[in-house]
């Protein structure tokens, strides 16, 4: 596979791991602190875990493309760096545990030999894009957003303005109006339209899961395609602007929706929104591997029945008369010694890089009708067989307290149950019936449960005195297609180890009861929430309860909750040092852009060393902080007593420029001087700062 990076690209990475190692030194040596140097690693996909002393590498795949080779590196690293197992999360990524924090830098050295980039994969950063996984081949499509979503990604990767939000930001592209990539639960999703022969997208905004799920609003019905990268960074920039930074559980772009307005985000939003005739969007789409001649062994007579539901549940054919297959991947993991062999079949049988899917399963596309069987016999053999792929046998799980700081309850484990169960006792139903049942180990919803069919997520009961692991169940979350939707009700919490008494009360009534062909989610909005309260009840009653309940599944010993603190979505501690050490690191970031003649970045990276320094000197003072706008009126009061030394002009119109960027050629020629005029300003105000914070201790 040739790389699409430029020679600049490449130094900017190398830059990156460079940098990586010689902070994880700096912090084992105590020159960092904790808090500062969590929010560096964090950047770069390196994520503690629930086991002391080792880390999660979170490792990013846009728009869940992921080629042959690819796939054979992650399978190295995992098996040389971690326990050598690969875990598909619901965004798309790859996740790999158990890794030593003095490895990663020279993990992620061994991943960018394929293009492979943890940055930007946690932290309070524009997370990975996601997409639905048969964009490009989708029947339904008004056209292909792949090359688009690829293009986003490009332009928001290390971008300044996505570098330190107060939270992270995520987007989604579904392929059409069935909105299989799940828009209307993002920060911003697009649904793609064609309008008067123009390609563009219905925009929604403010989406989001976890305890407070809200519907994204939708924001615009079409917005022209090739405005599509300057939108995405106006809404960034409102984001970094005006989001909250101290409340964690506030932080969401969500939030800042509830407490502005619609009205006053949008005016926002279009204050910095600009928009060029001329300005080139489209990046080309890297191709990761090329046609080659295949061969095809005769491995006998292949399992017809098995064939027959395989096809009728995991084969969809494309709009070119070609066939995607969803290959099923219990809760997402599969071993280093699978993902090598799954790498030989894609190139054996696909044209095309696969697609990690939002439900954790690996697609497989443009594969020719003549060439099923075969590739049914070669999955058989890997046991990748497995039919009723992104239905009821098909359970969606986050890893709960396998390795999560945040679970309360095991995820895997009961997904297993499940899946098992509906195995032996459905069958039926798993190739008829599209109904969804996803897990998360707490109420965050890594796990997506609040979409599903049926939802559970971890949570606890007491009996005798004693806690037990219990699981709150939720009904009826269903997409609606267009961006339009419906988050599942909760309706009673029941132990942990009852749950295949909750699935068999479900899916026996749903089948007694239902309406012609009735979806689930119809079913359950016509019977309404308090009919499935008394339905599940007896089955919640901890009157009597047997001991083993006392233990959550996979478990040997007695059941306690122990929630550490989150990483992922967590926004670090203002620690004065903390932010003034960030300022001066800006700083020198700051210096390196413009040394690369990235002016635009220097100037907004440099906005951000005089925001942290400004910030320092008002959190020793107890004034709020919580946003940057606040940061920005709140310093206005002090102004006076560095303005003599510094600049003339007010702390706001100093900070007026955030609006710049180096996409408008009307701007490009007075960069240069504007930047090297900004970083020299920053420096003299970090020093001012650094004597008037020991001044006030003193």
């Known amino acids: 596979m040739q790389s699409f990076r430029t020679e600049l690209e490449n130094q900017v990475v190398e830059k990156d791991i460079i940098d990586l190692e010689k902070k994880i030194h700096q912090f084992h040596n105590g020159k960092i602190d904790e808090e500062s140097f969590r929010s560096l690693r964090l950047a770069r996909g390196v994520y503690g875990q629930r086991q002391s002393g080792v880390q999660m590498v979170r490792i990013k795949f846009p728009l869940g493309i992921i080629g042959p080779n690819q796939l054979r590196r992650v399978a190295q690293i995992s098996d ?261 062999e799954l790498a030989k079949i894609l190139e054996q049988f696909s044209p095309e890089p696969a697609r990690i899917s939002i439900t954790q399963n690996i697609v497989l596309r443009k594969i020719k009708s003549t060439n099923l069987e075969q590739l049914y016999a070669q999955l058989s053999k890997l046991g990748f067989d497995g039919f009723g792929a992104e239905g009821l046998a098909d359970v969606t799980s986050c890893p709960g307290t396998q390795t999560c700081n945040l679970a309360i309850t095991s995820s895997y484990d009961v997904a297993n149950v499940i899946e098992d169960h509906i195995a032996e006792h459905y069958q039926e139903l798993v190739e008829t019936e599209s109904i969804s049942i996803k897990i998360s180990g707490c109420m965050n919803a890594c796990g997506q449960h609040s979409v599903a069919d049926i939802g559970f997520h971890g949570s606890t009961l007491r009996s005798e005195g004693k806690t037990i692991p219990a699981l709150q169940v939720l009904l009826g979350g269903r997409n609606l297609g267009n961006g339009e939707a419906a988050y599942g009700d909760k309706v009673i919490k029941v132990p942990s180890k009852r749950v295949v008494q909750v699935i068999d009360v479900l899916l026996q009534d749903y089948s007694k009861r239902k309406v012609s062909n009735e979806p689930f989610w119809a079913y359950v909005e016509r019977q309404e929430k308090l009919y499935f309260y008394d339905l599940l009840k007896p089955i919640a009653q901890t009157d009597t309860v047997e001991e083993s309940e006392f233990l959550d599944w996979g478990r040997d010993v007695q059941f306690k909750p122990e929630i550490g603190i989150g990483e992922c979505a967590g926004v670090k501690i203002d620690l004065i040092k903390t932010l003034l050490y960030e300022a001066h690191e800006k700083i020198e970031e700051a210096n390196y852009f413009f040394e690369h003649k990235k002016y635009a970045d220097a100037i907004y990276t440099t906005h951000a060393s005089i925001l942290q320094s400004a910030k320092a000197f008002l959190v020793q003072r107890g004034i709020k902080t919580n946003s940057k706008q606040t940061i920005i009126d709140g310093f206005e009061e002090f102004y006076s007593e560095v303005e003599s030394k510094f600049l003339e002009e007010s702390f706001a119109e100093l900070l007026g420029n955030l609006k710049w960027t180096s996409r408008f050629a009307d701007v490009q020629a007075e960069q240069p001087k504007r930047a090297k005029e900004f970083i020299e300003n920053a420096e003299r105000f970090q020093l001012l700062i650094d004597e008037l914070t020991t001044n006030y201790e003193a």
């Open 80 to 340: 040389k760096y971690s326990n050598g197992i690969i875990h598909f999360t619901t965004r798309q990524d790859i996740q790999v545990h158990h890794v030593s924090l003095d490895d990663t830098p020279q993990l992620w050295s061994e991943l960018e030999k394929d293009d492979i980039t943890l940055r930007e994969a946690c932290g309070n950063t524009v997370r990975n894009i996601t997409a639905s996984p048969l964009a490009g081949v989708d029947k339904n499509e008004p056209f292909d957003v792949t090359p688009y979503g690829w293009t986003l990604f490009q332009f928001l990767l290390r971008n300044p303005i996505g570098q330190e939000m107060g939270r992270k930001f995520k987007i989604a592209i579904s392929s059409s109006d069935e909105d299989t990539a799940r828009a209307y639960m993002h920060d911003l999703g697009l649904i793609p339209k064609i309008k008067d022969g123009v390609k563009g997208f219905k925009v929604l905004i403010g989406g989001g899961l976890g305890a407070q799920a809200r519907v994204a609003d939708v924001y615009t019905e079409f917005l022209p395609a090739n405005q599509l990268k300057a939108f995405a960074e106006a809404i960034v920039k409102v984001f970094d602007q005006y989001g909250e930074r101290n409340k964690r559980n506030k932080a969401r772009f969500k939030f800042l929706l509830n407490s502005l307005g619609f009205d006053r985000v949008r005016e926002l939003i279009d204050e910095n929104f600009k928009v060029e005739t001329d300005d080139e969007f489209l990046n080309p789409y890297p191709s990761l591997f090329p046609d080659r001649k295949r061969h095809y062994p005769d491995l006998g007579n292949i399992n017809k029945e098995g064939y027959r539901a395989w096809f009728k549940t995991n084969v969809i054919q494309d709009k070119e008369g070609n066939y995607s297959v969803f290959l099923k991947v219990r809760n997402g993991n599969i071993t280093k010694e699978d993902a090598s």
